[in-house]
């Protein structure tokens, strides 16, 4: 069960890279560091039970 989970915190991470919901395309533009680092921080967030 926390190989499934590794692997999903993984894709998540790696999502924004990988699909843009504003442009609705894959591939996105540069720096969008922001919004990666947003959502490391809200899972670490899940993970650490807040």
């Not at 926390?2 to 919901?21: E, K, Q, S, W």
Request: net charge neutral.
């Amino acid at each position: 069960m926390d190989r499934f989970y590794g692997a999903l915190l993984v894709l998540g991470a790696a999502l924004p890279f990988i699909y843009d919901p504003a442009r609705q395309a894959f591939l996105p533009a540069r720096h969008r560091w922001e919004w990666q680092i947003i959502c490391w921080g809200n899972a670490a967030e899940d993970w650490l039970g807040k």
